[in-house]
């Protein structure tokens, strides 16, 4: 009998041949990889090779969601998506909140692998059972917001949508995808806006009504119950209140929040003035929640202007907030509030948009690019005005922002001299707006991470002098500038996340207080599966594993698993005058991973993890 919590189909269309075909998946299958992140790496390392094109028609788009998504369990309205990233040429993939997750599961998928190329802008509609190749050739070139409206006009309130704008269409290599209409939620990392740009295919709308069947309803509801209250902790109500922005003072206080393009050490009067607080205070006007949240973190804010209709629209989170604006030396909540408006409208991850345009900022100031390279923008510090006239130019590739839309990594090389010396990226992905300097954890996430430079592969940074999660099987890590078991915390967190990935639900549950014995007892639940602590991470470990031996084919080793030498060598002041010893960590990382001295899993490892 299959486990509960899956439909045990996978959806596969080929654009190119205007054709839809299912497949079925066996319980072993599931049991090995889950579904979300791990089930997508499988597929991907299964169906494509080192000489596989980011922008081809061979390159596979993967929309998938796990056994927890679709049924009543916290803030498990999730999915990932899976590519070969255009921006890193590497693994990329993205996790999304929002509604669409569920609202695709009960179509009775539990994955989509969309191949080929579509003749003319395409898009995809499922509504159960039924599955539709469409004409787009319409909405090719409206915004996201646009095309969202478009789409529940069409097909009901009840339809969800995941869209790009004209920076995917655009093949701007960091572009979204976007789901939730003005209070959107995205698939900002890796650009596979871009991937699906490159496709001519302009969105994937879903309807279903399927039930998600679970091996012991009363189980799960004896868990939630138990879990319920944590719902209601201080730190939740934190979240609730202020958002991921709430932290922004703390982080520029301890020399997390990077500032001027991770060059200086201190920013305390900007940090209030974008910080939550501050935006509680002022263009704050809701709130609201992915599927199945109680936490509430999405921010709602007064829309700042422009030709549009929208009066409210998603806020900035704290990467924005820190990407945008302390990276930018940008003050102005209002102004961030609009640069983040217009990405999402756009379609582009507002986190490389901050790594790019701080980049081009200190370029700019070093003579190294003029106004005239420019199109006639002063990009100078501080100035959103000129922030928001570079984002245009980015989505639409004009002037200078057809360099820039290709990411840091490629805006230096075309820059050349001293430029790769300040280029921030790790993989050629722009970091997220936490500093490996503040902790040394973070170093060692941002440098092994599968994707390029993340924070959410380890999700260390709070963890580090921080909150503690009593059962993850490691000490805690009570000093920030120490070394010493942070590559096993690393790890464990690592497989963690792997695991949170492919379930699919929510990391901000661990805010909310929720152990690993929880989330397995969860997952045995839905599935029906008798899965103990052990196996639990070994397969979150396995998945991690498949993801590194995927970028190994494509080249990637130890040369690789480096920061940008600013965060390795400047001492940045501020909150730490630490710098952090990133190969000796590496060195112990690799031992306890079973790798071997060029980062590469040894075949002992592949073979304990079944690889």
Same mark, same amino acid.
């Given at each position: 009998?299959?486990?509960?919590?899956?439909?045990?189909?996978?959806?596969?269309?080929?654009?190119?041949?205007?054709?839809?075909?299912?497949?079925?998946?066996?319980?072993?299958?599931?049991?090995?990889?889950?579904?979300?992140?791990?089930?997508?790496?499988?597929?991907?390392?299964?169906?494509? &090779?080192?000489?596989?094109?980011? @922008?081809?028609?061979?390159?596979?788009?993967?929309?998938?969601?796990?056994?927890?998504?679709?049924?009543?369990?916290?803030?498990?309205?999730?999915?990932?998506?899976?590519?070969?990233?255009?921006?890193?040429?590497?693994?990329?993939?993205?996790?999304?909140?929002?509604?669409?997750?569920?609202?695709?599961?009960?179509?009775?998928?539990?994955?989509?692998?969309? &191949?080929?190329?579509?003749?003319?802008?395409?898009?995809?509609?499922?509504?159960?059972?039924?599955?539709? @190749?469409?004409?787009?050739?319409?909405?090719?070139?409206?915004?996201?917001?646009?095309?969202?409206?478009?789409?529940?006009?069409?097909?009901?309130?009840?339809?969800?949508?995941?869209?790009?704008?004209?920076?995917?269409?655009?093949?701007?290599?960091?572009?979204?995808?976007?789901?939730?209409?003005?209070?959107?939620?995205?698939?900002?990392?890796?650009?596979?806006?871009?991937?699906?740009?490159?496709?001519?295919?302009?969105?994937?709308?879903?309807?279903?009504?399927?039930?998600?069947?679970?091996?012991?309803?009363?189980?799960?509801?004896?868990?939630?119950?138990?879990?319920?209250?944590?719902?209601?902790?201080?730190?939740?109500?934190?979240?609730?209140?202020?958002?991921?922005?709430?932290?922004?003072?703390?982080?520029?206080?301890?020399?997390?929040?990077?500032?001027?393009?991770?060059?200086?050490?201190?920013?305390?009067?900007?940090?209030?003035?974008?910080?939550?607080?501050?935006?509680?205070?002022?263009?704050?006007?809701?709130?609201?929640?992915?599927?199945?949240?109680?936490?509430?973190?999405?921010?709602?804010?007064?829309?700042?202007?422009?030709?549009?209709?929208?009066?409210?629209?998603?806020?900035?989170?704290?990467?924005?907030?820190?990407?945008?604006?302390?990276?930018?030396?940008?003050?102005?909540?209002?102004?961030?509030?609009?640069?983040?408006?217009?990405?999402?409208?756009?379609?582009?991850?507002?986190?490389?948009?901050?790594?790019?345009?701080?980049?081009?900022?200190?370029?700019?100031?070093?003579?190294?690019?003029?106004?005239?390279?420019?199109?006639?923008?002063? @990009?100078?510090?501080?100035?959103?005005?000129?922030?928001?006239?570079?984002?245009?130019?980015?989505?639409?590739?004009?002037?200078?922002?057809?360099?820039?839309?290709?990411?840091?990594?490629?805006?230096?090389?075309?820059?050349?001299?001293?430029?790769?010396?300040?280029?921030?990226?790790?993989?050629?992905?722009?970091?997220?707006?936490?500093?490996?300097?503040?902790?040394?954890?973070?170093?060692?996430?941002?440098?092994?991470?599968?994707?390029?430079?993340?924070?959410?592969?380890?999700?260390?940074?709070?963890?580090?002098?921080?909150?503690?999660?009593?059962?993850?099987?490691?000490?805690?890590?009570?000093?920030?500038?120490?070394?010493?078991?942070?590559?096993?915390?690393?790890?464990?967190?690592?497989?963690?996340?792997?695991?949170?990935?492919?379930?699919?639900?929510?990391?901000?549950?661990?805010?909310?207080?929720?152990?690993?014995?929880?989330?397995?007892?969860?997952?045995?639940?839905?599935?029906?599966?008798?899965?103990?602590?052990?196996?639990?991470?070994?397969?979150?470990?396995?998945?991690?594993?498949?993801?590194?031996?995927?970028?190994?084919?494509?080249?990637?080793?130890?040369?690789?698993?480096?920061?940008?030498?600013?965060?390795?060598?400047?001492?940045?002041?501020?909150?730490?005058?630490?710098?952090?010893?990133?190969?000796?960590?590496?060195?112990?990382?690799?031992?306890?991973?079973?790798?071997?001295?060029?980062?590469?899993?040894?075949?002992?490892?592949?073979?304990?993890?079944?690889?």
């Amino acid at each position: 009998m299959m486990a509960k919590g899956f439909f045990s189909n996978v959806l596969y269309v080929n654009l190119s041949e205007k054709k839809a075909t299912v497949e079925h998946f066996d319980e072993g299958f599931y049991r090995t990889y889950i579904g979300g992140s791990g089930l997508g790496a499988k597929i991907l390392f299964d169906s494509t &090779s080192k000489t596989t094109d980011p @922008l081809g028609s061979e390159n596979l788009l993967i929309f998938a969601v796990g056994p927890l998504t679709g049924t009543k369990i916290f803030n498990s309205n999730r999915f990932e998506v899976v590519s070969r990233s255009p921006l890193t040429g590497i693994y990329g993939e993205a996790n999304c909140g929002g509604y669409w997750g569920e609202c695709f599961k009960r179509c009775g998928y539990d994955a989509l692998i969309v &191949s080929g190329k579509a003749k003319s802008p395409t898009y995809i509609y499922i509504d159960g059972d039924s599955v539709r @190749l469409e004409d787009a050739s319409q909405i090719w070139g409206m915004d996201t917001f646009s095309a969202d409206r478009f789409f529940k006009e069409r097909y009901g309130t009840k339809s969800q949508a995941a869209v790009i704008g004209p920076a995917g269409e655009n093949l701007v290599l960091f572009a979204s995808i976007m789901t939730g209409g003005v209070h959107g939620r995205a698939i900002g990392r890796c650009g596979l806006g871009a991937v699906m740009g490159s496709k001519y295919l302009k969105a994937v709308i879903v309807k279903g009504t399927k039930t998600v069947e679970v091996m012991d309803q009363k189980g799960i509801a004896a868990l939630q119950k138990e879990i319920a209250p944590l719902m209601n902790a201080d730190l939740s109500k934190t979240i609730r209140k202020f958002g991921t922005t709430g932290g922004v003072e703390y982080c520029e206080q301890i020399g997390n929040l990077p500032i001027k393009n991770w060059f200086q050490g201190s920013w305390p009067e900007g940090a209030k003035k974008i910080s939550g607080q501050k935006m509680a205070d002022t263009i704050l006007v809701n709130n609201y929640a992915c599927g199945r949240c109680a936490l509430r973190c999405g921010r709602v804010v007064q829309a700042a202007g422009g030709d549009y209709d929208e009066q409210e629209v998603g806020g900035p989170e704290y990467e924005t907030v820190g990407m945008i604006g302390s990276n930018c030396l940008i003050d102005d909540l209002t102004a961030i509030a609009k640069a983040n408006e217009l990405c999402n409208r756009y379609g582009m991850d507002t986190i490389s948009t901050g790594g790019v345009i701080g980049f081009s900022m200190e370029a700019h100031e070093r003579e190294l690019i003029t106004k005239e390279d420019l199109g006639g923008i002063e @990009l100078n510090w501080g100035d959103g005005n000129a922030v928001i006239a570079m984002i245009h130019q980015i989505a639409l590739r004009k002037g200078w922002g057809n360099e820039l839309a290709n990411g840091v990594r490629k805006t230096a090389e075309k820059i050349g001299g001293i430029a790769s010396e300040f280029a921030i990226h790790v993989k050629g992905l722009e970091p997220p707006a936490h500093d490996p300097r503040a902790k040394m954890s973070s170093a060692l996430q941002l440098a092994t991470s599968n994707r390029g430079a993340c924070h959410l592969q380890a999700f260390t940074s709070d963890f580090d002098e921080g909150l503690h999660i009593p059962d993850l099987g490691v000490p805690q890590m009570t000093d920030r500038f120490a070394t010493a078991g942070k590559a096993e915390s690393v790890i464990r967190m690592q497989n963690l996340m792997s695991m949170f990935d492919s379930l699919t639900c929510c990391k901000f549950l661990l805010f909310a207080g929720i152990n690993v014995n929880q989330l397995v007892s969860l997952m045995n639940c839905v599935t029906g599966w008798n899965i103990g602590y052990e196996e639990f991470f070994q397969t979150g470990e396995r998945i991690f594993n498949l993801k590194r031996l995927y970028n190994t084919r494509l080249g990637v080793s130890r040369k690789d698993d480096d920061l940008p030498l600013r965060l390795l060598t400047h001492k940045r002041g501020g909150g730490t005058e630490a710098l952090p010893p990133l190969h000796q960590m590496l060195g112990e990382y690799y031992e306890i991973r079973k790798w071997d001295e060029f980062g590469i899993p040894t075949d002992a490892k592949i073979k304990e993890l079944g690889l």
